[in-house]
């Protein structure tokens, strides 16, 4: 059967609700099935589900803020992303942003992106809320104007709310989310917009998938007659509160599935350029600042590793609780890494060391005057330090390149990780705007030793290096 979700575009929006936690798991469900997934949420859901999960799940920036600089690059970045839509879901809906989408008010990026979808773009929304809010004759009259608007809505189940109460609210399942999502898309026609409206009516008001959403109405009526116990009851009877619960997933979410996996491990990592001294004030260097190089070693801390960070000269502070030793030139960075490297478990090179220096170092400064109108320098090769690693590493131990390469990447990344013995080669393109050098993001494809090849779009550089330490968690076979 055919991948209905494939290279299908996908807005996932989430609202201020303790139900967000379970929005990563259909995000992830959602990429795996090769949807292309972009993430907005409310000020207010940020409280529940962090940025950096979700763009790293997502493979996407994420959508927050209405004037966030990165989605203005776009120009009317909400118009674009709504129009590329195939289909867009809010999903936990929370009470006040059910009164917003159907009164119409825009004021943050979610309800803007709503609003802004093409009469032919499906919009389903989620309710979830406690019980009585959910009652509320205004969020009943909200749902009513938006079904007559055409959303669909998918209704909420009876369970434990987070209150520690027993209704009507709780928002279903990620497996059934999707579900809904792919049952749309295969039923869905992408009419005409003149004759959009009547049709999606249609479909609100008609679509009964099973027999339960048949009763809905009496469901609900039941529901809401039925006692409800009374919050101490409910939390006595139940430990597993809704809040124990957001939290673990948070945590495995963010990594705790491989929480701590490094501990035990010893990773070194060299970042930033080297400087060449062309004579006591001028030097050969390069642009590279180091946020590669120093993320990666904030993420392998996090992970539990014991980390040794060589960086060449730049302008961070190394993080907390991480071995920095400081080198200048491409010769101490080599001395240092070759006299250390034997004794740590993963070792990557993300430094963008010189590849040349000069023959002769000049003391003082050398004067116009005794040059003339041209100075010509003399260079001669650095020591290749990630090839000599690749020579005396042992098996037990991991090797990690980085390639920048301008034309013929791939084919350039396969030819230097073989060359150079390595077991993973992370390749970025001197091509891409806002990534590489200088960037807070990057766009890198990672080569792996199985043949692998796994490219991703322009993601901030600390996600970039979760996804590094996935693979090589992969690779290594502590990805337990």
């Known amino acids: 059967m055919a991948n209905i979700l494939k290279n299908k575009r996908i807005i996932v929006g989430i609202t201020g609700s303790i139900a967000a936690y379970k929005i990563p798991y259909l995000v992830r469900e959602l990429v795996k099935n090769e949807a292309i997934v972009n993430v907005v949420l409310t000020p207010s859901a940020k409280n529940f589900v962090t940025e950096i999960t979700l763009a790293n799940l997502s493979r996407n920036p994420v959508i927050c803020e209405m004037f966030d600089l990165n989605a203005q690059k776009g120009g009317a970045w909400h118009i674009h992303l709504a129009h590329e839509a195939d289909l867009m879901i809010i999903a936990p809906c929370s009470a006040s942003t059910l009164s917003k989408l159907a009164s119409g008010l825009c004021d943050n990026s979610l309800t803007t992106i709503a609003t802004a979808l093409p009469l032919n773009v499906p919009l389903l929304v989620a309710p979830a809320m406690d019980s009585t809010m959910f009652e509320s004759p205004a969020t009943q009259r909200n749902i009513n104007i938006l079904k007559s608007d055409g959303v669909i809505i998918i209704p909420p189940e009876e369970g434990e709310l987070s209150s520690g109460l027993v209704g009507i609210g709780r928002l279903p399942e990620p497996d059934i989310l999707l579900e809904k999502i792919i049952d749309v898309l295969e039923k869905w026609n992408y009419t005409d917009k003149k004759t959009f409206n009547e049709q999606k009516l249609e479909k609100a008001t008609t679509e009964t998938p099973n027999e339960k959403d048949k009763n809905y109405e009496q469901?609900?009526?039941?529901?809401?007659?039925?006692?409800?116990?009374?919050?101490?009851?409910?939390?006595?009877?139940?430990?597993?509160?809704?809040?124990?619960?957001?939290?673990?997933?948070?945590?495995?979410?963010?990594?705790?599935?491989?929480?701590?996996?490094?501990?035990?491990?010893?990773?070194?990592?060299?970042?930033?350029?080297?400087?060449?001294?062309?004579?006591?004030?001028?030097?050969?260097?390069?642009?590279?600042?180091?946020?590669?190089?120093?993320?990666?070693?904030?993420?392998?801390?996090?992970?539990?590793?014991?980390?040794?960070?060589?960086?060449?000269?730049?302008?961070?502070?190394?993080?907390?609780?991480?071995?920095?030793?400081?080198?200048?030139?491409?010769?101490?960075?080599?001395?240092?890494?070759?006299?250390?490297?034997?004794?740590?478990?993963?070792?990557?090179?993300?430094?963008?060391?010189?590849?040349?220096?000069?023959?002769?170092?000049?003391?003082?400064?050398?004067?116009?005057?005794?040059?003339?109108?041209?100075?010509?320098?003399?260079?001669?090769?650095?020591?290749?330090?990630?090839?000599?690693?690749?020579?005396?590493?042992?098996?037990?131990?991991?090797?990690?390149?980085?390639?920048?390469?301008?034309?013929?990447?791939?084919?350039?990344?396969?030819?230097?990780?073989?060359?150079?013995?390595?077991?993973?080669?992370?390749?970025?393109?001197?091509?891409?705007p806002d990534s590489g050098f200088g960037s807070d993001d990057n766009t890198i494809t990672v080569l792996r030793k199985d043949g692998k090849e796994i490219s991703y779009q322009k993601l901030p550089k600390k996600i970039c290096s979760l996804e590094i330490f996935k693979n090589i968690l992969e690779l290594t076979g502590n990805n337990q």
């Open 219 to 432: 469901r609900l009526k039941e529901a809401l007659e039925k006692n409800i116990p009374s919050l101490a009851d409910s939390v006595e009877k139940d430990k597993w509160s809704a809040e124990l619960e957001f939290t673990n997933l948070k945590r495995k979410l963010s990594g705790d599935k491989n929480y701590m996996s490094l501990a035990g491990k010893k990773v070194l990592i060299s970042a930033g350029p080297t400087i060449e001294k062309i004579d006591d004030v001028r030097y050969i260097s390069n642009f590279s600042s180091g946020k590669m190089g120093y993320a990666l070693a904030e993420v392998a801390k996090d992970l539990g590793a014991e980390v040794l960070l060589v960086s060449g000269p730049v302008n961070i502070t190394a993080p907390e609780n991480v071995n920095l030793i400081k080198v200048t030139s491409a010769q101490e960075m080599f001395e240092t890494i070759l006299s250390n490297f034997s004794n740590y478990d993963i070792i990557i090179m993300s430094a963008a060391v010189a590849d040349y220096t000069p023959a002769e170092k000049t003391e003082g400064k050398i004067k116009k005057k005794a040059t003339g109108d041209k100075l010509i320098l003399e260079l001669k090769s650095t020591n290749d330090i990630l090839a000599e690693i690749g020579k005396n590493k042992t098996n037990s131990q991991f090797l990690v390149g980085f390639a920048l390469e301008s034309e013929n990447e791939i084919q350039n990344g396969w030819i230097k990780m073989k060359e150079k013995n390595c077991d993973m080669m992370v390749v970025n393109s001197a091509n891409v």
